[in-house]
């Protein structure tokens, strides 16, 4: 038997208006919701958790005092009073009669393992006394925590305190981090969330890969729209026709794996015909020659061969860029873990905005401003003896944040490393779907003699866990108070608008609950989280009845830097040279390449073509997929497949097929063909989140299939970690694979 079998259980029990701009569909109108007093006149303040981008929204109940629907605030810059149809449909996460319903602890009964109903208080001791033994044997740091989302910092706060700073979240080395160490080692600042992006008053925007409108990063989508209604230019280089290419004046269908080789030739063009931004050039960056000379031999020409865009569209794109300057974005993109050359590729985007003056000017990157607050008073945290990075000795020198898959790498024992992790807490990350190569990720948890799961509902994830905890939804509770970096600060609250439903609870009081059993009730020296956040917003002359009824606050800038380059002002940045760093000398020192090097990438072998994914506007990632209202929306996906690919395998619209990997991986369930013509003819294209193995999800059990079963190749970013996951690729089964092939 393995350690830990993974645990079936049966037993346990939009009003959307028409924009002007198509691309904002799905964006739903405050204006049309205008029921509060209809629904009985109550609303309770709250920020979305259905995806990341945290808009600040209001939790509206009906007569009978029950939660009825959600609106965005008007005064937020994340949504400026509109929610998208995941937001919207966030009341579903309440309701979802799947749910978690009380605390389970995994039992061996009769040789055969399987989870039993525990109260809050055997949990926690379970739990609590497991960690003692791991701390007392290996030391507390062989305990990492795995999250995403906000209890993230609650149970962040109990494991600092136990002594270990292993804390991790998928959205750096499975996301954005490639981007954040590509723009620190040119600007010595990062991008962020929401992005610093200028959508709103840019004259051109290219997007590279990155399909806001799909991607619904809210206030985003919505300043792309007010942007192309104000005339921008948009280019968009995607291998598919994503909304936003069918929004863009330039759609450039590049090949896949080879958007390096444009970058390098857009800044070729763009420095052989002197278009960039010679004042802010010479005044901010170190480095113009050195480039200059490197990019000498990357001319259109020589792109054409490798991306499949035509010289001359090199040459135009690059020309309404300059035309554009400084008001234009190259957009860093968010998701950028794709070929393990990321970081250099978003240092190519970062030089590219730089030669344009974008950094630091109108419609181009503006500089945010966060508001402070207050720190709890706390003991020190103790210093742990080790990190994650000891597991790493001389890799990924750059990556600022801990690596989720480096974590769950060292979790696995090796000869070579004296401690292996021994527990993970997984606090609101599906990371079997999260996680490239889910064999590895399996083995690892089989190697922890602790894994517990906090989570909403039954996911693939907690069908390995030792103990399961039912966290109670966003709309069931406190959180740590949202703050905002943007134009201008704000800080919103998150509050209850309903009482848990069933045994579910808040992760603050877990993590205080716990803390309390490992002796370190100091940590959390409130009684309840609601008194935390009043101290806490009384040190800023606010307080949580104040907060209860604007649910959100906007602060004037206190610094008048906006746009701080706009005029050519002078300006120290944080890099070695004090320079914008078009030749990193950080990333020389370190024995990486200080100007970003075009690498082919591996093609797709006869009969396979490369898998690609990407987000619909209605789910995320694999959250929502059991959603009631959302399934409503789309309760599958579709492969696409180009015509041409479809005619010589024979495959119609909506026939069911299986997709097999380079490695002999088959999906778990068909998946439904959808041909088209928007997708090119060396790849596959496929929405994430889907392909549920977990019976538990009744509504999305089985449904559509799983792109993270097919990623078992993984391409690994010498410099930060991040897992490249688009080097795979797929051939079709169109009968239903034998049985004993997985
Ligand atoms: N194959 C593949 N892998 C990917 C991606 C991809 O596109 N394809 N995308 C990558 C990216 S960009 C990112 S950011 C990550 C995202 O990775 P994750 O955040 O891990 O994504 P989800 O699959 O949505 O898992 C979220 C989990 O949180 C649970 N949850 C939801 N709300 C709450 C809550 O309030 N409390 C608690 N405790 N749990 C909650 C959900 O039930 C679910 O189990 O995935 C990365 N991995
Ligand atoms: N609705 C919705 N919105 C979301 C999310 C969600 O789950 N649902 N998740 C949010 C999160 S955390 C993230 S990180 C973002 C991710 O969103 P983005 O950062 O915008 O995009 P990606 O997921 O990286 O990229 C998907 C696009 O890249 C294209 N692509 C694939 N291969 C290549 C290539 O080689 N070159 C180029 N140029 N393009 C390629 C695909 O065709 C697809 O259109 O979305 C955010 N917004
Ligand atoms: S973009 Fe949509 S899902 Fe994400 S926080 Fe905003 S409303 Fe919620
Ligand atoms: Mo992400």
């Not at 000379?293 to 020589?302: A, G, L, Q, R, Y």
């Not at 200080?594 to 990438?601: D, G, S, V, W």
């Not at 019976?695 to 970013?717: N, P």
Request: glycine content about 8%.
């Amino acid at each position: 038997m393995e350690r830990r079998d993974f645990i079936k259980i049966g037993s346990f029990g939009l009003g959307a208006v028409a924009f002007s701009n198509p691309i904002f569909n799905y964006l739903s109108n405050s204006v049309v919701l205008d029921g509060v007093t209809q629904g009985g006149g109550k609303r309770i303040p709250t920020y979305c958790e259905v995806c990341f981008w945290k808009c600040a929204a209001w939790t509206h109940l009906n007569e009978k005092g029950e939660i009825w629907k959600l609106t965005g605030n008007d005064d937020d810059p994340h949504c400026n009073g509109r929610l998208c149809p995941r937001g919207t449909g966030g009341v579903g996460m309440y309701y979802d009669d799947d749910r978690l319903k009380t605390p389970l602890i995994r039992h061996t009964v009769n040789g055969k393992q399987e989870f039993q109903e525990a109260t809050w208080d055997e949990a926690f001791n379970f739990i609590a006394k497991k960690m003692k033994k791991i701390s007392d044997q290996y030391g507390p740091e062989c305990i990492a925590l795995f999250s995403h989302g906000s209890g993230g910092k609650h149970f962040g706060r109990m494991l600092k305190a136990f002594g270990s700073t292993n804390i991790t979240a998928p959205s750096y080395a499975q996301c954005r981090g490639p981007r954040e160490v590509g723009f620190f080692a040119t600007y010595g600042e990062g991008i962020g969330s929401p992005e610093r992006v200028d959508i709103r008053d840019t004259e051109c925007l290219v997007l590279i890969g990155s399909h806001i409108g799909e991607n619904m990063h809210n206030g985003q989508v919505q300043e792309m729209s007010e942007a192309i209604d104000k005339g921008a230019t948009i280019i968009t280089v995607d291998p598919r026709f994503s909304t936003a290419a069918s929004k863009s004046k330039f759609w450039l269908p590049i090949k896949p794996s080879t958007d390096m080789a444009l970058l390098l030739s857009w800044i070729h063009v763009i420095i052989n015909e002197e278009w960039y931004d010679k004042k802010f050039v010479e005044k901010y960056t170190f480095g113009f020659d050195e480039l200059k000379e490197h990019v000498k031999s990357f001319t259109p020409e020589w792109a054409y061969g490798i991306t499949t865009i035509k010289p001359n569209i090199i040459r135009k794109t690059a020309k309404e860029m300059a035309n554009a300057s400084p008001s234009v974005i190259i957009h860093p993109g968010r998701h950028v873990t794709w070929y393990g050359d990321d970081t250099q590729r978003l240092r190519a985007v970062a030089i590219l905005n730089a030669l344009l003056g974008s950094w630091g000017r109108r419609g181009g990157f503006y500089n945010p401003e966060k508001k402070k607050i207050a720190k709890l008073d706390i003991p020190k945290y103790p210093t742990p003896s080790k990190t994650w990075r000891d597991a790493f000795p001389g890799k990924y020198k750059l990556a600022g944040l801990a690596l989720a898959s480096g974590i769950c790498d060292a979790t696995i024992p090796a000869g070579d490393r004296d401690c292996s992790f021994k527990a993970w807490i997984v606090n609101g990350t599906n990371l079997i779907s999260t996680l490239p190569n889910q064999a590895n990720t399996i083995k690892a948890i089989q190697n922890l003699d602790l894994m517990v799961v906090i989570d909403t509902m039954p996911m693939e994830i907690t069908g390995y866990a030792d103990v399961v905890l039912p966290e109670c939804t966003y709309l069931e509770r406190y959180d740590n108070l949202r703050v905002s970096g943007h134009r201008e600060p704000t800080i919103a609250l998150r509050a209850p608008a309903a009482e848990p439903k069933y045994d579910s609870k808040p992760a603050w009081w877990m993590a205080k609950e716990l803390a309390q059993r490992l002796d370190l009730s100091d940590y959390f020296p409130f009684e309840k989280e609601e008194d935390e956040l009043d101290w806490q917003l009384k040190q800023m002359g606010l307080s949580l009845e104040e907060m209860k009824k604007i649910g959100l606050k906007k602060y004037a800038r206190e610094y008048d830097d906006l746009y701080p380059l706009e005029n050519l002002e002078d300006y120290e940045f944080n890099t070695n040279t004090g320079k914008i760093e078009l030749y990193s000398t950080a990333m020389e020192d370190e024995g990486y390449d200080p100007l970003p090097k075009y690498t082919q990438h591996e093609e797709p072998p006869e009969g396979f073509y490369r898998l690609i994914y990407g987000r619909a506007p209605m789910h995320t990632f694999s959250r929502t997929a059991n959603n009631p209202n959302l399934t409503d929306l789309m309760d599958e996906n579709k492969v696409w497949v180009n015509p041409k690919v479809a005619k010589e395998w024979d495959l119609n619209n909506n026939q069911e097929i299986w997709l097999e990997n380079q490695d002999g991986i088959v999906t778990s369930f068909p998946i439904k063909v959808r041909v088209t013509e928007r997708i090119r003819w060396d790849s596959v294209y496929m929405i994430h989140g889907f392909g549920h193995t977990d019976k538990r999800l009744t509504r999305a059990y089985g449904r559509g299939a799983s792109d993270a079963e097919m990623i078992t190749k993984v391409h690994i970013d010498p410099e930060m970690g991040g897992t490249g996951m688009r080097g795979n690729f797929v051939t079709f089964l169109t009968e239903a694979p034998s049985k004993g092939k997985s």
